[in-house]
């Protein structure tokens, strides 16, 4: 195989050693995660922005979407919004709250997951039968299991094709000409890491779409396998197409206070909401978050190679911030949980990428970062482990 520029970049950063790696005094998070940064306290810039949190006036807020959403709202049975939707807790919380509680009239759209799960599939379909409209775009599945496996191999993550899938639902808003969509919360600012503007935590900004959540433009995946036809699902819509619809992206978290936990509690009111079916999901303590795709498990567990913290480091960090557990408790899940193996779906994923056991165990290995892992005794070990 041929030595990817990320293979290079590995050797040269294990050329140079290992970086010390500091946590955040009050939740879990290292300074690995990309983007996040501490301040002089040694507090992480997510528990600083759930800090700030608390002085906000949440019925003020709430008065402010009502008056944003006034010009939107249709009077002849339209669709006034678009809400991109995964079947999960918070999109679902999206859509409940501006049908039920502020009179919208929302279009569903789902970017199928790259491997379905049954407990994804139930909820989406409770969901629905609770009253919503829906759109399921499901792109080439030939063509996205080949981008799988490539990004795969060359940055340890199989999901970066499926991250620009969901633009999806930016393309139904442009083609049926619907002027407003709304997404959840604003990650950069809720779980540590870089806004453009003062306000991206309210209006999306489209330039830190593909900046943060793609990190590429999809025309660059051509390739002699690839067209630019195939490419279609993942090519962000246009800027002027975007202006020409008179396009504006919000998002409820700003609006409304926010918890995937609360978020999860209120869902589970209303419709049949089904949890990860062996009590929690590989790699964390939770059963409730990120269980629509059976491929998140190899997601989260890159995240843990490639940076130093997975799934249950992730979780525990958001239940501090919001109050939920304390950082001793989060210590301690996070010790029990956060390195465990993906092996649930383990033969389904490698079916899928269309690689060996041992092909899987030399791209992980090469994505592992040298600055923060050392090999002990033949066995790889975070040099800076929670403590």
């Not at 300074?31 to 608390?54: H, T």
């Not at 620009?164 to 619907?178: D, G, Q």
């Not at 020409?244 to 992206?249: F, K, L, S």
């Not at 089904?274 to 498990?297: E, Y």
Request: hydrophobic content about 35%; overall charge negative; charged content about 30%.
């Amino acid at each position: 195989m041929e030595k990817t520029k990320i293979s290079k970049i590995l050797m040269e950063e294990e050329e140079q050693g290992a970086r010390c790696v500091e946590y955040c005094s009050k939740c879990l998070m290292p300074d690995s995660r990309p983007r996040i940064f501490f301040d002089e306290n040694g507090v992480c810039s997510a528990c600083n922005f759930a800090m700030n949190r608390g002085s906000i006036d949440w019925s003020a807020r709430q008065n402010e979407l009502l008056s944003i959403l006034e010009p939107f709202r249709s009077t002849t049975g339209d669709y006034d919004c678009v809400v991109p939707w995964s079947g999960g807790k918070d999109s679902s919380v999206v859509a409940w709250r501006l049908k039920h509680e502020f009179g919208m009239n929302p279009l569903l759209v789902t970017a199928s997951p790259m491997m379905p799960s049954e407990e994804g599939y139930h909820n989406r379909e409770a969901m629905i039968q609770a009253g919503f409209d829906h759109l399921y775009f499901r792109p080439d599945q030939n063509v996205q299991r080949k981008l799988a496996k490539r990004f795969f191999v060359e940055r340890g993550n199989p999901k970066v094709a499926w991250n620009a899938s969901i633009n999806i639902p930016m393309r139904i808003a442009v083609n049926f000409n619907i002027r407003l969509v709304f997404y959840a919360e604003h990650g950069e600012s809720y779980y540590g890491g870089k806004m453009l503007r003062k306000d991206s935590n309210k209006i999306r900004d489209f330039t830190e779409a593909v900046e943060h959540q793609i990190e590429d433009d999809p025309r660059n995946w051509v390739d002699e396998v690839i067209t630019i036809n195939d490419l279609q699902p993942y090519i962000y819509p246009g800027m002027e197409e975007i202006s020409r619809v008179g396009i504006t992206a919000y998002f409820l978290g700003y609006f409304i206070k926010w918890s995937s936990y609360e978020n999860y509690k209120f869902i589970k009111n209303k419709i049949d909401f089904r949890n990860c079916s062996k009590g929690r999901s590989c790699g964390t303590f939770i059963a409730w978050d990120s269980i629509d795709d059976k491929i998140d498990d190899l997601y989260f567990y890159m995240q843990y190679i490639k940076f130093g913290f997975g799934r249950a480091v992730r979780d525990a960090s958001r239940q501090i911030q919001n109050g939920h557990i304390s950082r001793e408790e989060g210590l301690e899940l996070a010790k029990k949980y956060d390195d465990e193996f993906p092996h649930e779906y383990f033969d389904e994923v490698l079916k899928y990428l269309d690689i060996t056991d041992k092909e899987f165990h030399e791209i992980v290995d090469k994505h592992r970062n040298p600055e923060i892992w050392e090999k002990e005794d033949g066995v790889f070990k975070l040099r800076y482990p929670l403590i």
